[in-house]
């Protein structure tokens, strides 16, 4: 049976007991359907193979082969993955376009008494509903940007503003980067259309009635782009701007950005690709200044002679209605974000 879906909220929420993805591992590593795990009835070789005999021998004995190898890899996921499933267990199965792979599976999973559903159009069906959301359709709540120079803590109020009960939507959280060149995390970032699934699915989520907030960014996290519909938004925005002084900021960083102060190495060699911005005799400085660990000169630097008036100059292309919020201390951020939501509030009452 072929589940026909339009909507990406009722393909978000679909009911499933499990989505499976059968594509190959690389295919289900660039995205997937959020919560799908991956059965892959062909893997990558087997994949690459079965796609060079359909092309220079024929199609037939690509077919035959692949036959095959889906049944070999049906039976290993069945006696393993699926083997706790009971006669209950209702699935949907989907590849990249509903196709043959997608199919062949779900009729053995049917064969045995699981109530299975194939997703019609595969893949490219929740792809297609993804950037009807991102490129298509217009951002439905008002966009508030929480904005201010590095070390503003931004990502952190962020999380305490979505505690307090403020709509949020963490761009660097989905993004897996801290936007900045220092801001390399752990894991990595994930591909540009995993990105969009991720971001697709949260602005779906959000409530038209209630302004979302969202931290300053460009139009790139890391290396993964922002759909223009969303920057253009957060460009017209109205934005809170945290002021806090560079002392403040530097031991903040310090603290925020623990894992790279760790690594002498990674430090240096992110230091190190500053050089085409600034004189030998600076880079040489702040190397001297990571290597003997004094990381909150290093943070002070760093933001005074490079992300201030970097800030400063993106800040003067804006027109954007502008509020300030002024804080001595980034060490009680719950009650910083809690003047940030009454200044959230007032905007969303004009």
């Not at 590593?29 to 359909?54: F, H, K, M, S, W």
């Not at 376009?97 to 999973?109: D, E, K, T």
């Not at 439905?140 to 999380?159: F, H, Q, W, Y």
């Not at 505690?163 to 761009?171: I, N, S």
Request: hydrophobic share 45%.
């Amino acid at each position: 049976m072929a589940l026909r879906c339009s909507d990406l909220a009722l393909l978000i929420d679909h009911g499933f007991d499990d989505v499976i993805d059968v594509r190959s591992p690389a295919e289900w590593q660039e995205d997937r359907i959020p919560g799908a795990i991956n059965l892959p009835v062909l893997d990558n070789e087997e994949r690459a193979r079965v796609g060079t005999i359909y092309k220079q021998v024929n199609p037939f004995s690509a077919r035959k082969i692949g036959a095959a190898l889906v049944a070999r890899n049906a039976a290993r996921h069945i006696e393993d993955t699926l083997a706790d499933r009971t006669g209950g267990w209702r699935p949907l199965v989907y590849c990249w376009r509903g196709g043959q792979r997608s199919n062949s599976f779900a009729m053995i999973l049917g064969q045995i008494g699981w109530r299975v559903e194939v997703l019609e159009g595969g893949y490219k069906t929740w792809r297609g509903l993804v950037v009807r959301e991102l490129y298509e359709t217009p951002i439905r709540p008002r966009v508030v940007v929480i904005d201010g120079n590095t070390g503003s803590a931004k990502t952190e109020l962020l999380a305490h503003l979505a505690a307090q009960g403020v709509q949020t939507l963490d761009l660097e959280g989905m993004a897996n980067h801290r936007g900045s060149l220092f801001g390399a995390r752990a894991g990595g970032q994930p591909q540009q259309r995993g990105f969009e699934s991720a971001l697709a699915v949260a602005l779906s989520r959000l409530d038209p009635a209630r302004p979302v907030v969202v931290e300053a960014e460009s139009s790139k996290v890391g290396d993964l782009r922002l759909p223009p519909g969303l920057w253009k938004a957060m460009q017209a925005a109205p934005r809170i701007e945290v002021s806090a002084p560079v002392a403040a900021r530097a031991a903040y960083l310090v603290r925020a950005y623990r894992d790279l102060v760790a690594d002498g190495v990674r430090l240096a060699r992110v230091i190190d690709l500053l050089r085409p911005l600034h004189p030998a005799k600076t880079i040489e400085g702040w190397l001297l200044m990571a290597a003997s660990g004094d990381h909150e000169t290093l943070a002070a630097e760093l933001m005074e002679r490079h992300y201030d008036p970097r800030y400063a100059r993106h800040r003067d292309r804006s027109g954007a209605p502008r509020e300030v919020v002024e804080t001595a201390s980034l060490d009680d951020l719950p009650a910083l974000a809690a003047r940030v939501a009454e200044r959230v509030a007032r905007l969303a009452e004009g």
